[in-house]
C-alpha cells in the first residue's frame, strides 16, 4: 500500500494535507479576486463576476433598451449572467479540480 511497505509518516502527512489546504484557499482567494465576463444579444448585455460567481458589474448597450420591450432587455440581462456564471465555474473547475482531487486522492477516507 506504501512504497517501501513501511507506515506512513503522520507528521509528513499532516503537513501534505496542511499544504493542500493552504493551497486551496490561497485558489479559493484567487477566485473571488478574478474577474470573469459573459455576454448575450452579441455583446449589446455584458455581465462581469468574480471568479467565485459573485455579480460585480452590468453593461447594458443603449440600444439594448426599449421602453415596449423590457422582457427581451430582461431576458438578455439573465443570459449574459448566465454566461458570466458558465465562465466562472469552467475557471473554478479549473483552479480547483486539481486541488480537490489531490486532497480526496492522497489521503483515502478523509472527509475532504
Do not use: C, H, W, Y
Request: charged fraction near 20%; charge should be negative; hydrophobic fraction near 40%.
Amino acid at each position: 500500500m506504501f512504497p517501501g511497505g513501511g507506515q506512513p509518516d503522520m507528521q509528513q502527512l499532516l503537513q501534505q494535507a496542511q499544504k493542500m489546504q493552504q493551497d486551496l484557499a490561497a485558489a479559493q482567494q484567487e477566485l473571488a479576486e478574478t474577474p470573469v465576463e459573459g455576454s448575450s444579444g452579441g455583446g449589446l448585455v455584458k455581465a462581469t463576476v468574480t471568479g467565485s460567481g459573485e455579480l460585480k458589474g452590468l453593461e447594458i448597450d443603449p440600444k439594448a433598451v426599449d421602453p415596449e420591450d423590457t422582457e427581451t432587455l430582461a431576458d438578455l440581462v439573465l443570459a449574459a449572467v448566465r454566461d458570466a456564471n458558465a465562465a466562472a465555474q469552467r475557471l473554478q473547475q479549473e483552479k480547483l479540480g486539481p486541488l480537490a482531487q489531490g486532497l480526496s486522492g492522497s489521503m483515502p477516507g478523509l472527509p475532504f
